[in-house]
């Protein structure tokens, strides 16, 4: 006999078939889970066709940097995490802090690489993780699962990444860039053998699955709608079009506003648990009121990332002129280091600052949410 | 495997790992291939210890798969300065950055964008010998401006250096004001100027 899922929800329900099970409630998945992700599509193409690429940065303006700030307010703003991982907290950013400094400044192109690749598989695993959310509701798979879930995850989004001409372009820039030259043929031979990747991961997903239906463990319908939906998304932007205009833009919405959704029901379903009484500035985003809360400490987040790493005089006020950048670095004649200008220092700052606050933002995505975890189930409940 | 078979093998591949890096350094080799090798020696450190920071639930696992390649890569770039300028991107024989999209998407007219960017580079530089630009004999702007001008009719507005190239070359062909003014304004549309405040 086959064991329940590690996730322990849905104790009790009957193991049969297709049982579906949802993250909030069947309305609410419906509209953030299920068709956002085609809405977004939607917009994007609407932004492509009647608004100027700027479009794009402002979607990252009002969507990406609000939905780091969730990232702050779970991890910095409740209680229970902040005790949890304070080492982690305190030190992750000073040290993802000084390697983009550092990537700026000697190997950008590294650095750049790093960043990408890095939100790459923040991507995916946001993606694995609330697949692994919809099982956890509905009870459903075995402890293999999981497995299944984050190799078709990997293999889907990889094969995404390796054959879409959007990205296409990308990878094959980069591998001239650092002097790998590669040709036609040998490009074509590595998305043969990624189609061909994709297609035994499918089917022996598909026999997972099969398997989980015969033995009774249940297969939640709403996790594999959740992933079509996703993939929809991704792959038919990513085949669409040339420019990164609409990928971005649906791929952000996405993102951005599922993960902020998930981290309002998160602090939710927390507070509920701990009544109203202590649990940090997370739980006071909670409750009664608290969506308005939280969306007005989002926006003001994004406003005042903005205007720090979008316009230098801000930057010099909010300092009250203690800080002044011209200084910061002398000049070192003997590694050819000049002095940087103010300007200079400033650029240097502003990209890593962005850089830096993305990076952190993976980082502590890649402890908080896992959902085997069982003080993060107590949050999904 | 047992502990100390692990030490064992960690001990030889890390030794290994030293003195590749050694004698790299002693006989001046690429930096990153010294980087590399005392990253494998530093794998291998980790691997026998296993300190609880580098496990999954020290969590720092995942900027330690992060950062190893990166070191690497960022000592190839910063200190053997081995990146590929655009030069040899574009004009390497036939197997080049430009001609290898074309080849792969011969009708995304998307990617026509990079043959004019090719042959803008050969046309900077009438004697090149580069492959490609052999290829491709004596090129004109206009032949520029058809190759730009077929990637923009596809739509395309995230690529600020499509646009900005378009509107230089039309200038440097001598054509219409009016036409150069469009050209400037889609750019600026879609890329407004950056750095206002200066």
Not at chain 1, 128 to 144: E, L, N, Q, S, V
Not at chain 1, 195 to 218: E, I, N, Q, S
Not at chain 2, 133 to 146: A, K, Q, Y
Request: glycine share 10%; proline share 4%.
């Amino acid at each position: 006999m086959s064991s329940r899922a590690e996730t322990g929800a849905g104790e009790g329900a009957a193991g049969v078939g297709w049982r579906p099970g949802w993250i909030l409630a069947p309305g609410h998945d419906l509209v953030w889970f299920l068709v956002l992700p085609a809405a977004a599509v939607l917009v994007a193409m609407g932004c492509h066709h009647w608004l100027p690429y700027v479009a794009l940065a402002s979607v990252n303006l009002w969507v990406t940097i609000p939905h780091h700030c969730s990232t702050w307010v779970r991890t910095y703003g409740l209680a229970e995490d902040w005790q949890r991982w304070r080492s982690r907290l305190l030190l992750g950013p000073v040290l993802i802090g000084g390697i983009a400094i550092l990537g700026h400044n000697w190997a950008p192109t590294t650095l750049l690489l790093l960043v990408t690749m890095w939100d790459h598989q923040h991507s995916i695993m946001q993606q694995h993780g609330f697949a692994r959310i919809y099982d956890f509701k509905a009870g459903t798979g075995t402890p293999r699962t999981g497995r299944f879930d984050l190799a078709l995850n990997w293999v889907l989004y990889g094969n995404m990444f390796l054959t879409a001409p959007l990205f296409v372009q990308y990878w094959v820039r980069e591998l001239f860039t650092w002097r790998v030259p590669i040709g036609v043929e040998s490009v074509q031979a590595i998305q043969g053998f990624s189609w061909a990747a994709t297609a035994v991961v499918l089917a022996a997903y598909a026999v997972h699955l099969a398997g989980c239906l015969r033995r009774g463990d249940g297969v939640n319908p709403v996790k594999l709608l959740f992933l079509l939906a996703s993939y929809g998304l991704w792959y038919g932007t990513a085949w669409h079009t040339d420019s990164i205009l609409v990928f971005g833009i649906a791929h952000r919405l996405m993102h951005g506003l599922q993960y902020m959704v998930i981290v309002r029901i998160y602090l939710a379903r927390k507070a509920r648990d701990r009544g109203e009484s202590g649990g940090g500035l997370g739980l006071s985003l909670a409750g009664r009121g608290g969506l308005w809360r939280f969306v007005g400490i989002s926006l003001l987040y994004a406003l005042v990332f903005q205007l720090v790493v979008g316009q230098p005089q801000p930057l010099e006020s909010f300092g009250f002129g203690v800080f002044e950048f011209n200084s910061v670095y002398d000049a070192i004649p003997e590694l050819g280091v000049g002095r940087f200008s103010e300007r200079q220092m400033y650029e240097l700052f502003a990209m890593a600052m962005v850089d830096a606050v993305a990076m952190v933002h993976y980082y502590f995505d890649s402890f908080i949410w896992k959902v085997s975890d069982r003080t993060v189930q107590e949050g999904l409940r | 495997m047992s502990g100390s078979r692990r030490g064992v093998i960690c001990g030889v591949v890390g030794s290994l790992g030293l003195a590749v890096a050694v004698w790299g350094w002693s006989e001046n080799r690429a930096a990153s291939e010294c980087v590399a090798a005392l990253v494998v020696a530093f794998g291998a450190g980790v691997w026998w210890r296993r300190p609880m920071w580098a496990t999954g639930k020290g969590g720092y696992r995942i900027v330690l798969v992060l950062a190893v390649p990166a070191v690497v890569l960022a000592a190839r770039e910063s200190i053997d300065g081995e990146l590929a300028d655009a030069s040899e991107m574009y004009l390497r024989g036939r197997m080049n950055y430009a001609d290898v999209m074309i080849g792969l998407y011969p009708d995304r007219d998307g990617y026509r964008f990079l043959k004019a960017q090719q042959m803008g580079l050969c046309r900077q530089q009438p004697d090149s010998s580069a492959g490609a630009c052999r290829d491709l004999g004596p090129v004109t702007l206009e032949e520029i401006r058809d190759e730009l001008e077929r990637a923009i009719a596809t739509g395309v507005t995230s690529n600020e250096d499509l646009l900005r190239i378009h509107a230089e070359v039309l200038d440097e062909a001598g054509a219409e004001p009016a036409v150069v003014d469009r050209a400037r304004l889609l750019l600026r549309r879609h890329h407004p100027p950056r750095g206002a405040a200066d």
